[in-house]
């Protein structure tokens, strides 16, 4: 939940940052995890980017994050992408 502000980028230093930790502490973990393997349900991701959300990593974890969240996360939206999705997934 805490990832939502930050670039891709910025998520998949912080993700390989976390893989590395994780085998340094020894704690084992589903090679190649991330947000979307872990979390993103395949179905529900394919009628995401049928309501017209983009299918990029960044965008679909942007909806993992929105569809997992206990709240309604603020949404930045210039291009009006997530309000069309949002208003088609409801």
Known sequence: AYAGPFTGEYRGDF??????TEDKEGITH????NLINVL?????IQQ?????????????ENGIIIA?????????????QANIWVRKSS
């Open 15 to 20: 993700e390989t940052l976390w893989l590395q």
């Open 30 to 33: 589903k090679e190649g995890a």
């Open 40 to 44: 993103g349900q395949p179905v529900m």
């Open 48 to 60: 995401w980017s049928v309501y017209g959300l983009p299918n990029d990593n960044l965008s679909v």
């Open 68 to 80: 997992t969240a206990r709240r309604w996360p603020l949404m930045i939206d210039p291009q009006l």
